[in-house]
């Protein structure tokens, strides 16, 4: 039998039956009303005869926790109650929903635990606390039958969450390559582009609100690698590990605090741009998981991905490659995310089903743990710039060290430096990470400062 479609401005005529909700408005309980928080209440407010639409009843926010009551918030605050105390949240029956957009692991983790725990579904933004606690939040969220949506938690305004979801979900997904990082990509840009300086540029993305609470989270490259473990977890069944950026840890984080003018200066002159980039391979064994600073060729669609835009690509085995890009951080873009995600939780509880959206998210692959290709074993090309003495068979002891590690060199460039240094930019083929490791670990008494050794990726 069909129905008729539900007419939203007549709640109080449906049966029964068709809402089990039964026509209330759903209620949000939102934990941080800062950069993101702010866009989720302002885009509720701007579009809430469309969201009511979608999702059948109103959905508004019933209550508002943050730290400082004094503090600014947007114009569409207020009439929202504000606390600084989460137990008037949590004591309040009739929030339906939590939208988590506080950050941080140690207490967003708590009360996302408590919501679940209490049959109540939650939105998050948190890709640090997905990558920390995801595996254990998603098994509460289906013991509860309680839905955890986290579109906004990679690529910002990038509908990558439901895309491996749901649309791939026919497929087996075996690549995942990204650019995940706004900050990162926005300092890099402001360098390449009016050659800014690096704490320069990284200050005007804090002011833009793209940036975390802590920016060397961003910077680090530990935002990015984050935003691949979560990716791996729904796309490969790989069961997030602790991130560092000790050398010896199976994922490798680099960050761009290491790029100097002088390397996007010579990335320019040999064809390429850097970027962040986040690579993710399924080797069936084993899963490669890298986050690091790269060379992409001038004329790739990643060089092309600019500012505060983030880039994604998986690739699928029957699809092929799937390319999306779009605003990867910053209020309205990662609000439009959140926004979606509280639509789709709040139809499935007006539809009797909380849990049914999303407390599957990981459920394409079992979520295990399997080993990490080690550093030692990537194969790429290479960028290497050195800084030393300008003497006599400086050029040679390189050459010497790479050969003899069966490095193969593509170009080199020797250019005088100041105070009797030369600098010596050189590129290579396809070669083993262990071995280019090696060779630098030779050549170290004959560098005045630590080579910078970064990866390029012209194939992508
Ligand atoms: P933010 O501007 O610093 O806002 C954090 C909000 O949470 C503030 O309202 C703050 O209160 C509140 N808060 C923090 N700790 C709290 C605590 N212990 N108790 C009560 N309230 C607390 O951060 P944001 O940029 O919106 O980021 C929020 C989350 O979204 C993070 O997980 C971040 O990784 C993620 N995210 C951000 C972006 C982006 O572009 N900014 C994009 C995607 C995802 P006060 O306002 O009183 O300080
Ligand atoms: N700090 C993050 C970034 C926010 O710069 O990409 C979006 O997740």
Known sequence: ????????????????????????????????????GGGVLALLAQHARQIEQRV??????????VRDLGKPRVPEAAGVPFTTDAEELFGDASLDLFVEVMGGT???????ARALSSGRSVVTANKALLAARGAGLFALAAANRADL????AVGGGIPIIRTLRDAASSDEVVGITGILNGTSNFILTAMTDSRAPFAEALADAQARGFAEADPSLDVGGFDAAQKLLVLAMLAFGQEPVPLSHDPSSAVLVEGITAIDAADVEAADRLGFVVKHLVVGRDHGERVELRAHPALVRKLSAWAAVAGSLNAVKIEGRALGPLFMSGRGAGDLPTAVSVVADVVEVARSIVAGVPGLSTGLATGARAVAVRPLVPRADLELRYYVRFEVHDQPGVLARIAGALAEH????????????????ARIVLTTHRAREGA??????????ISVAAPVLLRIEDTL
């Open 1 to 36: 039998v069909s129905e008729a479609p539900s007419n939203p401005n007549s709640h109080s005529t449906q049966p029964e039956r068709r809402r089990p909700h039964g026509g209330r408005p759903i209620r949000v309980g939102l934990l941080g009303a800062g950069v993101v």
């Open 406 to 421: 069966r490095v193969s060199i593509a170009e080199i460039v020797q250019s005088e430096g100041k105070e009797g240094r």
């Open 106 to 112: 140690d207490e967003a983790g708590t009360l996302l």
């Open 436 to 445: 280019m490791l090696a060779s630098l670990a030779e050549l170290a008494p």
């Open 149 to 152: 949506a986290f579109e906004a």
């Open 56 to 65: 059948g009843v109103r959905v508004e926010v019933g209550r508002a926790l």
